[in-house]
């Protein structure tokens, strides 16, 4: 029997209950945590790099599945069942040695609301949201990472452009930098997500500034009108496109209209700035982190280039999800909700409401306490 999860009220937190960072240890990792009010609590993560890799694949595949077969009506018993199995495997698999450590830790913090929990790491990335501590004969789905707490990702590196900058967006009206690709190439994107975000932008509520389509025939110029695009005073640059992954990592690229290609090794190559330390919203397929023991995907180029946080996907979404993902989380942005508890709220939404869990998807690699102030 699969039991529903209730989301408790809004909570409003500021501040992160539990820091788990992970280092290199030899061959395999440390994992050190930090709460509030005990000493430090380490322990070792028995996993070589190679093993990290294939717990990602392994997470990737049982979210493959899921989205393949999430229904209107959501997903069967079964997928679930085997999503949570997958979860709870990775789940032992990197606490082996400190599970009871980690929850008694966690006891600390145990009431109607969710833990934030902020995982540190340089070569060791995980779609914690998936990760599963309950039972498995009767799956609790309030037991997924993602729905239990409220997540967030520190990348360890060396000094970036907003790292120091203040949490709080300063504005009765955000400007948000609008990327979007063709207009054939994403249904929903041109059906649903652009529309909302126009109508957002009627109701005075922030101030679209969209990127014009650029021209592959003029692709230097281009590129540099692109990379001009964040230095514009934006408190939010939101992507709509596809985004596909090559080898090396450095070819991969976003896929933006007139079927403009810009690479990671552009953005790098052009040293991107993103000036004003925006909000970044990547809602597109696979914009996290593309290699597990690496830093390297979009949400580490923008993080490093400037941005004060960034919202990405670990996994394939279908665009008709993240079409109406994306609308229900600005109402909770806009409203000066967090933003780790606006991206919680709602994939507790989706779950709730639709029994939908590709909410798990999104990845938030920012400080929890990102908002809106008007």
Known sequence: MLLQSESPAYTYKYHVDLNISILANGNEYEAIIF???????????????????ELNEALKQAIEEVRRNCEEDGVSDDILSSLANTGKYAFNT???????????????????KPTTIEIATRDFFLPWELLYDGPLDRVEVSHFWGIRHILSRTIMQKERPGAMVSPLLQSSRPKVGLITCNENALEFVV????????????????FLFPLRPLNAEQRH??????????????????????????????????DIAND?????????????????NPLVILNACLTGMIDSLHISGWASEFWKGGARGVVATEFQVPDWFA?????????????????????????????????????LAYALYAPLAIRIVK
């Open 35 to 53: 709460a509030s009010g005990i000493r430090p609590q380490i322990f070792p993560i028995n996993l070589t790099h190679h093993q990290v890799d």
């Open 94 to 112: 990197i606490f082996e040695n400190g599970a009871s450590t980690l929850y008694q830790v966690l006891k600390l913090f145990h009431t109607e």
């Open 323 to 359: 079409a109406t993902f994306v609308e229900k989380f600005y109402e909770h942005l806009l409203s000066g909700v967090p933003l780790g508890e606006s991206i919680w709220a709602t994939r507790s939404y989706f779950w709730e409401q639709h029994r939908n869990p590709l909410g």
């Open 260 to 276: 403009f290609h810009i690479t990671i090794e552009d953005f790098r190559a052009r040293n991107l700035v993103v000036k004003y």
């Open 191 to 206: 059906s649903r997500e652009i529309p909302m975000l126009q109508e957002l932008g009627r109701q005075g509520l922030i």
């Open 221 to 254: 110029k281009e590129l540099e009108y692109f990379i001009h695009f964040f230095g514009e005073e934006l408190q939010i640059a939101h992507l709509a496109c596809h985004a596909f992954e090559q080898k090396p990592d450095s070819q991969s690229y976003l």
